[in-house]
């Protein structure tokens, strides 16, 4: 099996066109409710936070991504990793198709479980875990936990003996966005000792776990995660233990799903066979490109542009910003691009004369005090934009709500507003 060639050449399935039309219908559905929605405010005349940021979240495209999974990664059943967006409407999709969920507190599992799933549908996906949140899981039967280290054994043998453990190991996430190894996952040294305690304590491995890192770039991580994994395998069975399960983690996305799936795929058809079952905890692959934020201009101040004082540049303050749903610029290392949604100019963005709008250059901030809250440093956009105005930012899906603050009295809490472009995720969700 010559896994260097390049997998897309094997695995070149996004849907066709077939889906490439309905994302295009999707995203005009996305934008009329948008617009609707935004029209709807007077800035002058409104309640207090009536003007307050707000999602549309497109199940249709949840629904997408699943399918796309499903074609290229038949084999790997997805366990959403709830921490990435806990919506309930995701969590209750998530559900209705079969998918099993990664959670990492407490509270995540009470909101998987919410759904109405079974216990066995749960991973506890966290190698060092809160007590009180084990005695938890083991009240209400969740079983299946990750574990990297001897203390953690030790903890697991006294407060949940039954549970079945898989040994997270650590992989070379280096090209990843969020790299997680320095963290958590055993080396390839340590794995035999924890396999051997764990023997000895008379616990049970059924699986190992691994993660190359959220937003990766480099699709081969997959193949030494899998090599070493079929490495651990075979330690495990020799100590006696009987592992049935791979969890490959997270890791995927939108741009990139088909390149790292054809690498996983042969990876996983070389190393382990069909009996092995192969679960995965994608996140941000679901949901990312499924939420578009809109949020208002509150203020404009107009400067000179620091890279021609000769001209007029514009600071532009919205009502959402790094403490709240563009927490993602910060935690999660996105860079979400403004785009112009609704504007009182004459000659609206997107109108037939909108050709004729001459761009103007803005830095766009957050509505709180901290010179730190600033979504875009420098940005072209058409018109003279100007308060009151809306601006809206795809791919705003994955950690974002689920990491904003209530930092300076601004809301945590925005409202989503829910459609489906795919009639598979409307008849799931009743829409
Ligand atoms: N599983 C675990 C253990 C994680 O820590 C994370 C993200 O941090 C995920 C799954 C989800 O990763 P992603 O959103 O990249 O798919």
Known sequence: NDISRDPLAVVN??????????RLTAKDLVMDLLKKRAAEVDVDRCEAGEEDAFYVADMGEVY??????????????PFYAVKCNPDPEVLRLMAQLGNGFDCA????????????IDPSRIIYAQPCKTKSYLRYAKEVGVKQMTFD???ELYKIKATFPDAELYLRILTDDSTS???LSMKFGASMDVAPQLLDLARQLELKVVGVSFHVGSGAEDPRAFLKAVQDARLVFDQATEIGHELHTLDVGG??????????SGYLSEALETYFPPSVRIIAEPGRYYVASAFTLAANVIARRDVPDPLDPSRDAYMLYLNDGVYGNFSNIIFDHQHPIAQVLLSAADSQPGSPDSANLENNSYSIWGPTCDGIDVISERIDLPGLLNTGDWLYFEDMGAYTKCSATRFNGFSDNHEVIYISSETGASALLNY
């Not at 507190?105 to 109405?116: D, F, P, R, W, Y």
Request: hydrophobic share 35%; aromatic share 10%; with cysteine.
């Open 251 to 260: 890791g995927f996305c939108h741009e990139t799903f088909e390149k790292f």
């Open 149 to 151: 280290n001897a203390d």
């Open 105 to 116: 507190s407490k509270s995540e599992i009470v909101m998987a479980l919410q759904t109405g």
């Open 13 to 22: 399935n996004h849907g066709g066109d077939e889906f490439l039309q309905s």
């Open 64 to 77: 997408r991504q699943h399918m796309r999974w499903k074609m290229n990664l038949g084999r790997v059943k």
């Open 177 to 179: 966005l969020c790299r």
